[in-house]
């Protein structure tokens, strides 16, 4: 089992600010909120554009319903959750070099590669690890446990952004419906967490897999048990053995 040392990011709520100080008898003096800058965002968390893209209100939406509670940066120098007002006019480009991470599992040697690339094709295969790449990508190096938080956050915010739940499209059980044509079953949100959790050097149990049940994945950090499932919003060590908290 893979051990990952790597620094501790404690993800706050952004603390409520000061609006002025009252010195000496001045007047109240109210310092303007920045405004949000969607090219940063998007160059500093390719996670967010994988499940999000680079449309602009999107990004500028995100921080303020999840980025900022997550102590997530709006702009360059900005401290972590700053408060923001309105957006700045850049525009938002992303390379495929912003979005490429070395010392990332290759395709061929992903631990789960039979149960994960189902019916996929081999250029479908690529696809899904290629857009996969942009969630593990800030991953890398952090702490076992945030990693599968990571994952879980990254693949429920890309199920949020428009996609559909559906257990008879095309791809509904695989990595290629969940992030190329955006719809997927739970089936195929397990097998999507399992491609970024082998492409980050973990192997994984699919639980309850080809079963008309609820499916996830089961992963051994040191001697315990986590769950990691972007459907059932939990990611956290099992309660028992294979049980999961919200069933």
């Known amino acids: 089992m893979k051990r990952v040392f790597g620094r501790k990011i404690m993800i706050k709520a952004a603390s409520a600010a000061l609006a002025g100080m009252m010195l000496c008898g001045s007047p109240m003096q109210v310092l303007a909120a920045e405004k949000f800058d969607p090219a940063f965002y998007a160059a500093t968390y390719a996670d967010v554009v994988n499940a999000l893209g680079t449309d602009v209100n999107a ?46 599992v290759p395709l061929d040697q992903l631990a789960n590669y039979k149960s994960i690339k189902k019916k996929m094709t081999d250029d479908e295969f690529q ?70 959790l082998n492409m980050l050097g ?26 990691c499932d972007p459907y059932g919003l939990y990611a956290g060590p099992e309660p028992s053995a294979y049980a999961h908290p919200y069933l």
């Open 59 to 104: 990004l500028y939406n995100h921080y303020l319903t999840y980025g900022q509670k997550e102590g997530r940066m709006p702009y360059a120098g900005a401290k972590g959750g700053a408060e923001v007002e309105g957006i700045a006019d850049t525009t938002v480009t992303v390379t495929a070099e912003e979005t490429t991470a070395d010392g990332i």
């Open 202 to 227: 973990y192997s994984y149990e699919h639980v309850n897999e080809n079963q008309w049940s609820h499916q996830w994945c089961r992963v051994n950090i040191d001697g315990t048990y986590w769950i």
């Open 127 to 196: 696809a899904a690890y290629d857009a996969a790449l942009s969630i593990v990508q800030p991953l890398a190096g952090l702490s076992a446990e945030e990693q599968l938080m990571g994952i879980m956050i990254a693949l429920r915010a890309r199920f949020e952004s428009g996609m559909a739940y559906s257990t008879s499209a095309n791809h509904y059980n695989d990595p290629y419906g969940y992030l190329i044509l955006g719809a997927a079953s739970c089936a195929g949100s397990a097998r999507t967490t399992g491609l970024c």
